[in-house]
């Protein structure tokens, strides 16, 4: 009888040590694993949880599809962790809800899940999910550039982008750049062909490759129509491009880009001086008292200022482009309106159209009162 009482006592014994030894080792073998266990859960919660996370390894490691398209998944503010697993599961997001929850909760990550949208894909792994929750800022931006700003409005804007390229850095790049299209001059900069759009770029851009990117979506919209219709108005592609840069700045509206690139081919057909403004205000730089790179409007003494590209005083094209074109300004310059007019000017009304006129008397008579 003492020998069963014994044996029994031994086996109890044996089995207290293992089950010991399990509540101690499985955490070890989980945090092994997954990292360290949170510093607020309770031993049972380690042993219980760390025996999940391993029995259940697979619905963590193993991504639900992997060839599963992104999608944008909304975390609204006060969602319940459970909510979200619930509902990450539904999405077809992550393999079972109840281990991504445990996940979250052992590694202390459940405190913290962030509000926000977030892009998600069925070919991530629950864990890879459950970190990306920790942060709402999107790994890219979107990084608008507009028709019509130079460079330095470009630059200007970077700041507030959620790019981390300074303004000097992005003008250095834009200054001399390492690649150019091969019908631009040596020493060109990449002024008018820093294609307006928006982009979705990697918050780790550098300026060197943004500017690459820009250069390369005006390379993208270059097609052979466009080459060919520059040959057809007797312009080479870099005097298309700055012609098209100076329609962008002249028109307000897009509608009224062709009629205002027939009255620039007009002017030159019969050897006529540009004669526009927004040339003038490149040749200005920047007003500080305005707080703007287009000073407006324009003084006499501003339309006798001393630079290659004052259209007043110079015949022909200034030596560049003054401003980044849209592809509508390009394809104006390539398709203008068959006009006979030489001559523009804003209407009274404010509504951003201009009169048109053929000769200069038609013109003064288009005069505001």
Not at 8 to 14: I, T
Not at 34 to 50: D, I, K, T
């Amino acid at each position: 009888m003492k020998r069963h009482s014994c044996l029994s006592f031994v086996l109890l014994l044996f089995l207290a040590i293992g089950v010991l030894a399990a509540i101690l080792f499985i955490p070890v073998l989980a945090a092994g694993s997954y990292g360290p266990p949170s510093p607020y859960l309770s031993a049972w919660q380690r042993f219980s949880y760390s025996a999940s996370l391993l029995w259940n390894a697979g619905d963590l490691t193993i991504p639900r599809d992997a060839n599963g398209p992104g999608q944008i998944f909304v975390i609204e503010m006060g969602e319940s962790v459970a909510t979200i697993s619930n509902r990450l599961q539904a999405a077809g997001l992550i393999r079972a809800a109840q281990t991504f929850r445990i996940y979250l909760v052992w590694m202390g990550l459940d405190t913290s899940v962030q509000a926000g949208n977030y892009q998600l894909s069925p070919a991530m792994t629950a864990i890879q999910i459950a970190h990306a929750l920790q942060d709402a800022t999107p790994s890219e931006v979107a990084f608008v550039v507009l028709p019509g700003w130079r460079m330095e409005e470009i630059a200007a804007s970077l700041p507030t982008s959620g790019l981390n390229i300074t303004p000097e850095a992005f003008l250095s790049a834009a200054r001399t750049p390492y690649t150019l299209p091969d019908f631009l001059p040596a020493g060109a900069s990449a002024e008018g062909f820093l294609f307006p759009d928006t982009y979705s770029l990697p918050r780790s851009t550098s300026a060197e490759q943004l500017v690459s990117i820009l250069l390369q979506n005006f390379d993208f919209h270059l097609k052979p129509e466009l080459k060919e219709g520059f040959a057809r108005q007797n312009l080479s592609i870099y005097q298309g491009v700055i012609l098209a840069s100076i329609v962008q700045r002249e028109a307000m509206l897009e509608d009224e880009q062709p009629a205002i690139a027939s009255v620039f081919l007009n002017r030159i057909a019969i050897g006529m001086k540009l004669d526009s403004d927004p040339t003038i205000q490149y040749a200005l730089g920047y007003n500080t008292a305005q707080g703007t790179w287009w000073t407006n409007p324009l003084s006499l003494e501003d339309l006798r200022v001393q630079s290659p590209y004052n259209t007043y005083q110079n015949t022909g094209f200034p030596p560049a482009p003054i401003s980044n074109p849209s592809l509508s300004a390009l394809q104006a310059v390539v398709n203008p309106a068959q006009t006979v007019y030489y001559y523009f000017r804003a209407q009274c009304d404010g509504s951003g159209r201009h009169a048109f006129a053929e000769t200069f008397e038609q013109h003064i008579q288009n005069a505001c009162p």
